[in-house]
Every structure is written in C-alpha cells, then in structure tokens.
C-alpha cells in the first residue's frame, strides 16, 4: 500500500513484479480446496508424510455434509464395498483406489478414535453417538499431521505457470500441487458448487455432464394422485430401471417415490425412462390370490390384499378393481390384472426432485483425464481431483464416503 502511495507500484513490470507478488504469497507443498471428507482424508494423509499442506474450506466450518449425514449419525462406509457398486463412464476406473486404502483401513481408523458404531442393514455402518465424532477424528488426524486448515476462504482465482497461484477473498497462495476437493453439486443450501467443474474446464479437462442422484422421483397425472393418497406409506418393493434393479423399501410421498430402493435407481434413471415396481417381491402374488379366492371366498378384497402389503396401499388398490366386495365376487380376469400390477407396475417419473434432495452428483471431472493410482491429471502435472466431483459415484449406503476416502488418500500418497 506505501508503494503504491508513492506511485512505485505501477512502474513494476515482469519478473520484478513478479516476485513481488509472490514474495506477498504464502507457499505451501499443496493446496486442497475442499475441507469435506474427501479433503480432509487427502490433507491427513499428505501431512503425514511432511508435506506442508493448506486445506481452505469456503464455509465457515469444514465437513458439513458429513455432520448431515445419515441422520447425523454417519453411515462412514460399508462392509460390501465392491467396484461394481459405483457408477462410472469408466466402471474400472475406482477399482484401484478401493483396492489400496479399504473400507476396513477406514474402520481400523475409526477403532483407533475409540468411536462406537454398528451395522445397520446391508452392510452399512454408522456411528452408535454422533457424525461429530467422524469429524471430530478427521480433523484430530490434520492436526497432528500439521495441516493448515483456513475455513471461510472463498477461492477467487486459480492459475499456473511454474506453480499453482490461489487466490482468494482473504489471502493468496503458491504450490506445486493443487487438488480438488470441493464436491458436487448436491445440497446446494450446505455450500454445495460446480468449482470443482469450473477448474477442470479451465485446465482442459473434460467434465460429463453432472446429474442428480440418490434422489427422490416425481410423477404426474393419476400416479401422482395415487403417490398422495397414500403419503407416507412404505412398503419392500424391488424397483428397477432396464437392467438395474434395488430390494429395499419405497416411500410414496406428495410429489412421488421415495426410499432407500428409489433412490438407488435414481442414480441409474435416465429423464424418459420408465420404472418397474414389484410391490409384493416375496409373495408369488398370482397364486396367493387364487389360493384366497378358494380358502376364504367371503372375505374382502382389499382385507386379503392387507396380508400381502401395507393396509392403506391394499385398500388404495382393492378399490381401483371394485370396493367393499368379497374376494369371490372379483373376476378372475381382474385378479390377474391386480397380480400383475403388484408384480409389474410400470410409471415414467416426469423428473427428480433435483439438487436440492439429491444425496450425490452423478458423473462429473472425466476420470479418462486422470490417473486412477493418484487422481492426478496426465496432461496438468500437479493438478488433482477427488471424491464427489469425479465421474465415480456409489450406491446408497456408505459407498461415496467409502469412495472419498480412497480416492483422497491416493492423492494424499501422491502430492
């Protein structure tokens, strides 16, 4: 500022103002923008092996979203981690980082921290206590391994000549390394941006279009009516979209579906396709009709149809073919027609619910731009990019904590 007062500052040109300029410009081995869990792995890792890192998180506090997470109880990762459970234009492309640092290196960690936790169903884990406690650890980990961590930095500007230059609203810096940390563009009201995609694209990288996912569906017209009726309502359906199919529960809402198996073929739906839903999976549901119409003719349809599925959906049914009559009185035809739409119910959801519900973005920076042992860029040495905002995204139920983990610390090793 003094400089500038006595008119020196606008008659530096080139390297001198070049050196200046970074002389006023904190220097670190690395950079990661992003304090989320992807971040956070990669910082501790780095520090670990003394490099000097500066983690800058924009929020005013680092991982929200894991706080957020299942229930704010944090279902950190799952006991069935597989390659085949993410999605990907390159579904091999994750097989490396899962391989190198697994979900039972994430739980080692989180025995070490003496947190309690328990498997909940299908192999997910959650904390007994509180998200708080996962957070806790991680950040417990940067700062024993000397991490930097400012929150409240927005980034302004990055470029690259012999090194890195971040500047942001408070401070600039320089390094060598940059990594990409900042996520996808799900749950836009916890601070959630397309940065990530914004600097890939700067840096040439190509970036496949981000989509939402693990998000709930919505319908129209009569299958809308139907979904309002019955709000609130859950019932074990398998929900499938072409070939990909999920056993889990589904959750008729205001707007739609929703529920632990829409949400997973929501990651694989495309706008235009159509839905199948069995309502009755563990039922042969044609025959169980058949056998109640022989056994007990004078009792209701929509009571036979209560054993089967939930009483509201039963009677939701049981009054589309003929309300309040005896199961004997139903046609054989209309029976077989009930069957089949308990078996095959065929919608086409107008939409999802989008970023502000969905759980996870789908696809993201082109993994065919990076190295999958380090998450570097072949064509930008130095450049980094992990977790959510890569083209690699899990199943519901720890996968993308899972992922976070192991891609951040394969760029941890590598910075």
């Not at 008119?7 to 390297?15: E, F, K, N």
């Not at 520090?47 to 894991?66: F, M, S, T, Y």
């Amino acid at each position: 500022a003094n400089l500038a007062r006595f008119g020196i500052m606008p008659a530096l040109r080139g390297r001198g103002a070049a050196r200046l300029m970074t002389s006023a410009m904190e220097s670190f081995d690395v950079v990661i923008v992003g304090a989320g869990a992807a971040g956070l792995m990669c910082a501790m890792t780095a520090g670990r092996r003394g490099r000097r890192v500066l983690l800058l998180e924009h929020n005013d506090q680092p991982g929200a979203k894991i706080l957020i997470s299942g229930g704010g109880r944090c279902n950190f990762t799952n006991l069935e981690i597989a390659p085949e459970r993410f999605l990907s234009a390159n579904p091999h492309f994750c097989k490396s980082a899962l391989s190198r640092y697994t979900q039972h290196d994430f739980i080692a960690l989180v025995e070490r921290h003496r947190i309690p936790y328990h498997e909940k169903t299908l192999g997910q884990l959650f904390c007994d206590g509180s998200a708080r406690e996962i957070l806790a650890m991680l950040l417990a980990e940067c700062a024993a391994a000397g991490v930097d961590l400012r929150a409240g930095h927005s980034v302004t500007e990055i470029t690259r000549a012999d090194r890195f230059r971040i500047e942001t609203d408070k401070a600039g810096f320089i390094a060598p390394a940059l990594v990409l940390a900042t996520g996808g563009l799900s749950i836009p009201k916890m601070g959630a941006t397309g940065f990530a995609y914004e600097m890939a694209r700067r840096f040439d990288l190509a970036v496949i279009e981000p989509r939402p996912g693990l998000v709930p569906l919505k319908v129209a017209g009569e299958t809308l009516e139907l979904c309002q009726t019955l709000a609130g309502v859950s019932v074990e359906a398998v929900a499938s979209c072409g070939r990909d199919s999920f056993r889990e529960n589904i959750l008729f809402t205001h707007r739609g579906l929703s529920g632990p198996a829409i949400l997973q073929i929501s990651s694989y739906w495309r706008q235009g396709d159509t839905l199948s839903l069995n309502l009755a999976p563990s039922l042969d549901i044609e025959s169980f009709l058949a056998d109640r119409k022989r056994t007990r003719p004078k009792t209701e349809l929509k009571t036979v149809l209560a054993e089967a599925i939930p009483t509201r959906l039963a009677h939701a049914l049981a009054g589309a073919v003929a309300s309040n009559v005896t199961i004997a009185n139903v046609p054989d035809r209309s029976l077989s027609e009930l069957a089949d739409r308990l078996r095959r119910w065929q919608l086409k959801p107008t939409g999802s619910e989008g970023w502000p519900k969905a759980e996870v973005t789908v696809s993201g920076i082109d993994t065919a731009a990076l190295s999958s042992k380090t998450m570097e860029a072949r064509a930008v040495p130095g450049l980094y990019a992990i977790g959510e905002a890569v083209d690699v995204t899990g199943w519901l139920g720890g996968y993308n904590f899972q992922w976070a983990w192991s891609s951040g610390w394969c760029a941890g090793r590598a910075v």
